[in-house]
């Protein structure tokens, strides 16, 4: 060689000495400053700027299908039991990654660390600074000392066979991401000779920055996104309870949400909706445990989540459940946090790692047991509800008389609309005037009673639209007494049929008390005679229940007061057995859930959600 041909020759070993370096401490710093990390290291001074990757491709070669064949299928072995475990290998550039996935009694998948080493372990000839570290595995030579390959090959053959037991020996999945990384192609490369994998898995199909077969995540994620893939062994269901319609006997019911054999494909997750209802108290909450199946014929469960959320009362309510994996099914709406506090008495299946997922968080399985060991024997359904009104027509204003009435619309509305009403509701109403019948002008003839006899709530409604306020002139009795009469003679015809077994109730809506069949001092008598106390007693003896809703609260008398005052007070508690209802405290629509007999269960209420409705 001349000179100048030894010259020529000496600067291309150089550059290319100088690309090499280059091209290694882009890979080892693809997220940092690339070259001009370890620019004290390379071989022929720092990287100009258009020498970065241009001219050198960072990930030559071919990797390996993210969702291979192979992959499924191991992971079907794994799910079925074919294999005992899959221990998952990934080179990093930072550690050597073992992880060990093994499935439950339940087909849960769990994963666990089963090796992972560092570099400078595995190879003590490499340097223990990690950026010198990473520079070397890619390649890397610069002015660091040059660890020997032969003694690279004999490292990591040395802790494969120590950490890869022989009856794992085909059960290894290999993970490999990265591509054009000398010495980590060179540890794939041994792997492979001393045990063929059964599958290898690739970078994930959405990649960062757009850079072909990159994969930042860690090993543990992507060994857990693969496991997501995985198929169900045993059907992913929801318990409900199920009410007989004849019997109302309350029993659990499975539903199934995923069904065995289901699986996901890479980075999908898959929804089920159901329509759920709830039981007869409102905004009652109710614990949506999602259950597995140990065997095929149902035998053995585990709970996979147990969230809680609040149903109204008869009501239906859409949820949905997402499912992002063998035993991980989260519900996805009106959630509102799960039915106990503290973290769960064991790990929860569902995640493939064995810790506790957001959605079995705090549900112990012990908890659905005691749900179930608690559910009640039944539901008891009310029995049909005759009510009858007396409206108390005459007043000092019109306005007064006017609430009154709007009261009792309201009221036989909201009664209307309690569920299962239906024709079970009769509702018949009693309007009284003043016994002075000149003082009733606004009805067309001398009137003392209004009378609608029980029917269908939509004929009392209609009725008392049509009814006009008289003026009074006194504030000390009514003619309740007259209206209470006509009440338990109404009552009296209805008394078997059309349902013998209602139950039945009176709503007084006034201001005045009754007066009594006899003067008594300056309270009125009845110029009919009629005697409330003895039409009272006749009406509760045939258990009718008698409640009042009085404009306004009734003094507390003692000491000192008026015949007229203790008679008043006396009446009034009577007749509202001690516990009135009064003007601008209870609404129509409370008044109305006090009087309607409710819905009961009969034992503790039930805490899962209904798959039928009641009504």
Same mark, same amino acid.
């Given at each position: 060689?001349?000179?100048?041909?030894?010259?020529?020759?000496?600067?291309?070993?150089?550059?290319?000495?100088?690309?090499?370096?280059?091209?290694?401490?882009?890979?080892?710093?693809?997220?940092?400053?690339?070259?001009?990390?370890?620019?004290?290291?390379?071989?022929?001074?720092?990287?100009?700027?258009?020498?970065?990757?241009?001219?050198?491709?960072?990930?030559?070669?071919?990797?390996?299908?993210?969702?291979?064949?192979?992959?499924?299928?191991?992971?079907?072995?794994?799910?079925?039991?074919?294999?005992?475990?899959?221990?998952?290998?990934?080179?990093?550039?930072?550690?050597?990654?073992?992880?060990?996935?093994?499935?439950?009694?339940?087909?849960?998948?769990?994963?666990?660390?089963?090796?992972?080493?560092?570099?400078?372990?595995?190879?003590?000839?490499?340097?223990? &600074?990690?950026?010198?570290?990473?520079?070397?595995?890619?390649?890397?030579?610069?002015?660091?000392?040059?660890?020997?390959?032969?003694?690279?090959?004999?490292?990591?053959?040395?802790?494969?066979?120590?950490?890869?037991? *022989?009856?794992?020996?085909?059960?290894?999945?290999?993970?490999?991401?990265?591509?054009?990384?000398?010495?980590?192609?060179?540890?794939?490369?041994?792997?492979?000779?001393?045990?063929?994998? &059964?599958?290898?898995?690739?970078?994930?199909?959405?990649?960062?920055?757009?850079?072909?077969?990159?994969?930042?995540?860690?090993?543990?994620?992507?060994?857990?996104?693969?496991? &997501?893939?995985?198929?169900?062994?045993?059907? +992913?269901? @929801?318990?409900?309870?199920?009410?007989?319609?004849?019997?109302?006997?309350?029993?659990?019911?499975?539903?199934? @949400?995923?069904?065995?054999?289901?699986?996901?494909?890479?980075?999908?997750?898959?929804?089920?909706?159901?329509?759920?209802?709830?039981?007869? #108290?409102?905004?009652?909450?109710?614990?949506?445990?999602?259950?597995?199946?140990?065997?095929?014929?149902?035998?053995?469960?585990?709970?996979?989540?147990?969230?809680?959320?609040?149903?109204?009362?008869?009501?239906?309510?859409?949820?949905?459940?997402?499912?992002?994996?063998?035993?991980?099914?989260?519900?996805?709406?009106?959630?509102?946090?799960? *039915?106990?506090?503290?973290?769960?008495?064991?790990?929860?299946?569902?995640?493939?790692?064995?810790?506790?997922?957001?959605?079995?968080?705090?549900?112990?399985?012990?908890?659905?047991?005691?749900?179930?060991?608690?559910?009640?024997?039944?539901?008891?359904? =009310?029995?049909?509800?005759?009510?009858?009104?007396?409206?108390?027509?005459?007043?000092?204003?019109?306005?007064?008389?006017?609430?009154?009435?709007?009261?009792?619309?309201?009221?036989?509305?909201?009664?209307?609309?309690? =569920?299962?009403?239906?024709?079970?509701?009769?509702?018949?109403?009693?309007? +009284?005037?003043?016994?002075?019948?000149?003082?009733?002008?606004?009805?067309?003839?001398?009137?003392?009673?209004?009378?609608?006899?029980?029917?269908?709530?939509?004929? #009392?409604?209609?009725?008392?639209?049509?009814?006009?306020?008289?003026?009074?002139?006194?504030?000390?009795?009514?003619?309740?007494?007259?209206?209470?009469?006509?009440?338990?003679?109404?009552?009296?015809?209805?008394?078997?049929?059309?349902?013998?077994?209602?139950?039945?109730?009176?709503?007084?809506?006034?201001?005045?008390?009754?007066?009594?069949?006899?003067?008594?001092?300056?309270?009125?008598?009845?110029?009919?005679?009629?005697?409330?106390?003895?039409?009272?007693?006749?009406?509760?003896?045939?258990?009718? &229940?008698?409640?009042?809703?009085?404009?306004? #609260?009734?003094? +507390?008398?003692?000491?000192?007061?008026?015949?007229?005052?203790?008679?008043?007070?006396?009446?009034?508690?009577?007749?509202?057995?001690?516990?009135?209802?009064?003007?601008?405290?209870?609404?129509?629509?409370?008044?109305?859930?006090?009087?309607?007999?409710?819905?009961?269960?009969?034992? =503790? *209420?039930?805490?899962?959600?209904?798959?039928?409705?009641?009504?």
């Amino acid at each position: 060689m001349t000179e100048e041909e030894e010259e020529s020759a000496t600067a291309a070993l150089r550059a290319a000495e100088h690309a090499w370096d280059v091209r290694a401490a882009e890979l080892a710093f693809a997220d940092d400053d690339g070259p001009a990390r370890p620019a004290s290291l390379l071989r022929g001074g720092p990287a100009e700027p258009g020498e970065r990757t241009r001219r050198w491709p960072l990930y030559p070669g071919k990797l390996p299908a993210h969702d291979s064949a192979q992959g499924r299928q191991a992971l079907a072995d794994l799910i079925d039991g074919r294999v005992d475990a899959l221990l998952f290998v990934e080179f990093t550039p930072d550690r050597i990654n073992v992880i060990k996935a093994v499935t439950d009694a339940y087909g849960i998948p769990r994963q666990n660390d089963a090796g992972t080493t560092k570099w400078a372990s595995a190879v003590p000839s490499l340097d223990r &600074r990690p950026e010198f570290l990473r520079f070397q595995l890619a390649g890397g030579i610069g002015t660091l000392p040059v660890p020997g390959r032969r003694d690279f090959d004999t490292a990591v053959t040395r802790w494969l066979r120590e950490f890869v037991p *022989p009856p794992y020996a085909r059960s290894i999945v290999l993970v490999n991401r990265r591509s054009g990384w000398a010495l980590l192609d060179r540890a794939v490369a041994l792997l492979r000779a001393a045990y063929p994998p &059964r599958a290898e898995l690739g970078p994930a199909p959405a990649v960062p920055d757009g850079a072909p077969g990159t994969d930042t995540t860690d090993t543990r994620d992507a060994v857990r996104e693969a496991l &997501r893939t995985a198929p169900l062994r045993a059907d +992913h269901t @929801l318990l409900l309870a199920r009410v007989d319609q004849g019997t109302g006997a309350v029993r659990t019911h499975a539903h199934v @949400l995923f069904p065995a054999g289901s699986r996901l494909r890479p980075g999908e997750t898959a929804t089920a909706e159901i329509t759920v209802f709830g039981g007869p #108290a409102d905004r009652m909450p109710v614990v949506l445990p999602v259950l597995a199946a140990a065997g095929r014929d149902g035998s053995g469960t585990v709970v996979l989540s147990a969230r809680q959320t609040a149903l109204t009362a008869f009501a239906p309510a859409r949820l949905a459940f997402v499912l992002r994996g063998p035993g991980e099914v989260t519900l996805a709406g009106p959630e509102t946090g799960a *039915p106990g506090t503290g973290a769960p008495s064991r790990p929860a299946a569902g995640r493939p790692d064995g810790g506790a997922t957001d959605s079995a968080a705090g549900c112990p399985p012990a908890d659905v047991s005691a749900l179930v060991g608690r559910l009640p024997r039944g539901i008891i359904r =009310p029995p049909a509800l005759e009510v009858v009104l007396t409206v108390e027509m005459s007043g000092a204003e019109p306005a007064e008389t006017a609430e009154r009435l709007a009261f009792a619309q309201e009221f036989i509305a909201a009664l209307a609309r309690r =569920p299962g009403s239906g024709r079970s509701l009769r509702v018949g109403v009693v309007g +009284h005037y003043d016994h002075v019948v000149h003082e009733n002008s606004y009805t067309p003839r001398s009137v003392l009673l209004l009378t609608v006899p029980p029917g269908p709530a939509t004929a #009392a409604r209609s009725a008392l639209a049509g009814w006009r306020p008289a003026r009074r002139e006194q504030d000390t009795a009514s003619s309740l007494e007259d209206a209470l009469r006509k009440v338990r003679l109404t009552m009296a015809g209805t008394d078997n049929a059309p349902h013998p077994r209602a139950e039945r109730a009176v709503l007084i809506v006034g201001r005045r008390p009754p007066g009594l069949p006899e003067q008594h001092d300056v309270v009125p008598s009845c110029p009919l005679g009629a005697d409330w106390r003895t039409e009272l007693n006749s009406l509760r003896a045939r258990g009718v &229940r008698v409640m009042a809703r009085l404009d306004r #609260a009734q003094p +507390h008398v003692d000491g000192p007061a008026s015949p007229v005052q203790r008679y008043t007070a006396a009446a009034w508690d009577t007749l509202s057995a001690g516990r009135p209802f009064l003007r601008g405290k209870d609404s129509a629509a409370s008044v109305a859930d006090a009087l309607a007999p409710a819905w009961r269960w009969d034992g =503790p *209420p039930c805490r899962l959600a209904l798959a039928t409705p009641l009504l």
